[in-house]
């Protein structure tokens, strides 16, 4: 072995870490190599005082105040459980007596009236659609239904959705849905009207003045299919017409039921 | 004088107050091998409380088979390793692969890089995986098997290696000096 052979087994046998084997073998050569001799003793020096600098460590700062203070203190999530679970509780029925109180009261005072509408509101000349619409008289309203505005005994036929700026005049309610059209015959078709997002009663009864929910509308088809048009467009019509929206001049509310 | 395993006992069983006991007979060793290890009195400030606030948490896995300093030194080391400069505690065979970084260019980055004449400082300017194998042998004490099992190398990589730091040092106070 030549002497750069031997550097690594040399810084070992300093630790103390060789085998005997490899003791003797490290041992036979630093006896008769000087370079490796000095090499021995400037790895002990080196070894020394890297011992001396590390140990030596004076300002050691007082880690017992700042980790005991850290044990003793308890995560705010464990602080009084007990009353945390109650507070969730009460939020839980207060959210559950809101909602309530909001959406049963609303659905009965706005839906009636609008039985008794007997006059529609005047259709524009443009849509070539005469819009008297009633209730079915026979048809009682679903209270446990808030979804709904008009149902449908007919086979559903999936409808497009109500374009959303449609009904962006009425800005204080929510964006009800056409749910599907079935025709009743050539010249009358049942509309049902579902609202996209479920929510107070009385938001929808805004929306729609004239109709309350679970109530069926019945719409006079002949003269709008006469001019080309399909049952889907009188149903948005009809509802524009319910909600005071007045189509002249609004090239969205024509290009958006044109599509239809 | 209460002995570690009976504090340790006192602890688990709800004496949390007197963990602060153990924390004053380990807080300068824990401390000073932190400090050896990141080169950083700040740095190792935070992780020598961090290093309490887990053993502390892991204290009811503790087994009384070996020393207490074994295994919150084993904490230490490993906090030092993983959480605190993950990026640069490269190991060595990393170092080799890298081109241009044999040992003679880190040696020649060390020389260029240390500024002071103090070992100290000598020693923090090593790079992380040779100045680790020095702090755990000659502060620690640590032998070669105990230093490859803590860092999860082979016994020949880690005699490599202290070699290649301790020929670092040595040529770095040969400069100083001469």
């Known amino acids: 072995m030549r002497c750069i052979d031997y550097e690594v087994l040399i810084s070992a046998y300093a630790d103390g870490e060789l085998s005997e084997s490899k003791e003797s073998e490290v041992e036979e050569h630093i006896a008769c190599c000087a370079e490796c001799r000095c090499l021995y003793e400037k790895t002990l020096n080196i070894q020394r005082k890297i011992s001396d600098v590390l140990m030596d460590f004076d300002d050691i700062p007082d880690l017992v105040s700042s980790v005991t203070s850290q044990i003793n203190t308890r995560p705010w999530w464990r602080i009084g459980s007990t009353w945390a679970a109650a507070a969730a509780v009460f939020v839980a029925i207060a959210f559950m007596v809101f909602t309530f109180m909001h959406s049963r009261p609303e659905s009965k005072t706005k839906a009636v009236p609008i039985v008794h509408r007997d006059t529609p509101k005047p259709v524009p000349q443009k849509t070539a659609v005469a819009p008297p619409v009633k209730r079915m008289e026979q048809d009682k309203p679903v209270k446990s239904a808030p979804k709904l505005i008009a149902v449908s005994a007919k086979p559903q036929a999936k409808a497009p959705a109500v374009p959303k700026h449609m009904f962006a005049k009425n800005n204080n309610h929510r964006s009800p849905s056409i749910n599907h059209v079935p025709p009743l015959s050539a010249d009358k078709a049942e509309i049902t009207v579902e609202y996209a997002d479920a929510g107070p009663v009385a938001q929808y009864a805004s929306a729609i003045p004239e109709v309350g929910p679970g109530e069926r509308l019945v719409a006079e088809t002949s003269e709008a299919r006469q001019n080309g048009k399909d049952d889907s467009w009188l149903c948005y019509r009809i509802i524009d017409n319910y909600q005071g929206n007045s189509n002249d001049g609004d090239p969205d509310w024509r290009e958006s039921n044109d599509r239809l | ?178």
């Open chain 2, 1 to 178: 004088m209460l002995s570690d395993q009976q504090i340790i006992s006192q602890v688990v069983k709800g004496k949390k107050e007197m963990f602060g006991e153990l924390v004053a007979r380990y807080q300068k060793p824990v401390f000073r091998l932190a400090c050896s290890m990141l080169a950083n009195r700040s740095d190792a400030e935070d992780a020598a409380q961090e290093v309490f606030i887990r053993a502390y948490k892991s204290l009811s896995t503790y087994k009384e088979t070996g020393k207490f300093w074994g295994w919150l030194r084993r904490i230490t080391i490993n906090m030092c390793l993983n959480k605190f400069h993950p990026a640069v505690m490269i190991s060595l065979d990393e170092i080799s692969e890298i081109p241009g970084h044999d040992s003679d260019t880190v040696f020649e980055s060390v020389i260029w890089s240390v500024e002071s004449e103090d070992l100290r400082r000598t020693i923090y300017h090593l790079p992380p995986p040779y100045r680790t194998v020095i702090v755990l042998k000659y502060l620690e004490d640590m032998s070669y098997k105990e230093i490859a099992d803590a860092l999860g190398e082979t016994l020949a990589n880690v005699q490599v290696r202290l070699h290649r730091a301790k020929k670092m040092l040595r040529e770095r106070m040969k400069v100083s000096a001469g």
